[in-house]
């Protein structure tokens, strides 16, 4: 008796541009093969006489537990560009110290201007810029009278340049996923769980799903990415895949 026990390992080979991308760490992975069929029925009680068969839709779904940044791009029909950004700080709140009788606090970033700073204190009203404070590189200099040394105020935002080790991806809304080469490998054991053969399917044409969910939550876990992929039937073939089984030497 051989079974398959183990899920698929994926290639994924841009048809256009030769570029690889690949995953050993899926968590599930289905091939879902579907046939339209009509059936015939004729005579007496309606019996069924013919079954004509009228098209075979293929489609593979992925769930991977790592974070493939490079399939997202695929998925939005784009390449990753390096080089210096823009980003936006997250909300923190940063202890008003004494510095050479000023009031200060230390951002972790220098922001791009001082308009794109957001101060509150710890009441919730928003610091007026150059009234209530200014700013030196990273280093804004308290000049609210009600805000003292050892007081919390709360940075909301602001804007700071990336390096330029920075990866960014365009979403556009004019841009979708082009045709790959989708391989996927996967091993048949048998009951004493020696490996007998590996399990290879090819699909020359599949298209990569252009919807995707990015799912959060506040208990920490890994969030699974999902990938679908219709197969399409080649330009000038009526093979849509191949299945190999292949011995171990």
């Given at each position: 008796?051989?079974?398959?026990?183990?899920?698929?390992?994926?290639?994924?080979?841009?048809?256009?541009?030769?570029?690889?991308?690949?995953?050993?760490?899926?968590?599930?992975?289905?091939?879902a093969?579907?046939?339209?069929?009509?059936?015939?029925?004729?005579?007496?009680?309606?019996?069924?006489?013919?079954?004509?068969?009228?098209?075979?839709?293929?489609?593979?779904?992925?769930?991977?537990?790592?974070?493939?940044?490079?399939?997202?791009?695929?998925?939005?029909?784009?390449?990753?560009?390096?080089?210096?950004?823009?980003?936006?700080a997250?909300?923190?709140?940063?202890?008003?110290?004494?510095?050479?009788?000023a009031?200060?606090?230390?951002?972790?970033?220098?922001?791009?201007?001082?308009?794109?700073?957001?101060?509150?204190?710890?009441?919730?009203?928003?610091?007026?810029?150059?009234?209530?404070?200014?700013?030196?590189?990273?280093?804004?200099?308290?000049?609210?009278?009600?805000?003292?040394?050892?007081?919390?105020?709360?940075?909301?935002?602001?804007?700071?340049?990336?390096?330029?080790?920075?990866?960014?991806?365009?979403?556009?809304?004019?841009?979708?996923?082009s045709?790959?080469?989708?391989?996927?490998?996967?091993?048949?054991?048998?009951?004493?769980?020696?490996?007998?053969?590996?399990?290879?399917?090819?699909?020359?044409?599949?298209?990569?799903?252009?919807?995707?969910?990015?799912?959060?939550?506040?208990?920490?876990?890994?969030?699974?990415?999902?990938?679908?992929?219709?197969?399409?039937?080649?330009?000038?073939?009526?093979v849509?895949?191949?299945?190999?089984?292949?011995?171990?030497?």
């Open positions: 008796m051989s079974m398959i026990c183990d899920v698929f390992d994926v290639v994924v080979i841009d048809n256009a541009t030769g570029e690889v991308a690949g995953s050993t760490t899926l968590t599930s992975s289905n091939i093969v579907e046939v339209q069929e009509q059936e015939v029925r004729a005579g007496k009680g309606n019996g069924l006489v013919a079954i004509l068969h009228s098209a075979r839709d293929i489609n593979v779904e992925c769930e991977d537990v790592s974070f493939k940044y490079d399939w997202m791009a695929r998925k939005l029909g784009q390449t990753i560009v390096t080089g210096a950004g823009v980003a936006y997250m909300p923190d709140w940063y202890t008003v110290v004494m510095e050479s009788s009031k200060v606090i230390t951002l972790p970033s220098t922001p791009t201007s001082i308009d794109t700073l957001a101060i509150f204190d710890k009441n919730g009203a928003k610091l007026v810029k150059t009234t209530d404070y200014t700013l030196a590189a990273g280093k804004v200099t308290i000049l609210k009278v009600d805000v003292a040394a050892g007081d919390q105020v709360e940075v909301r935002t602001y804007k700071y340049a990336t390096p330029a080790s920075t990866e960014t991806i365009n979403i556009d809304s004019t841009s979708f996923p045709g790959v080469t989708l391989v996927l490998d996967t091993i048949e054991i048998n009951e004493d769980e020696e490996p007998l053969n590996r399990i290879q399917y090819t699909f020359p044409q599949a298209m990569m799903g252009g919807s995707f969910t990015v799912n959060t939550a506040s208990e920490r876990n890994a969030a699974a990415q999902n990938t679908t992929f219709r197969i399409v039937k080649p330009k000038n073939s009526k849509v895949g191949t299945i190999q089984r292949i011995p171990f030497e």
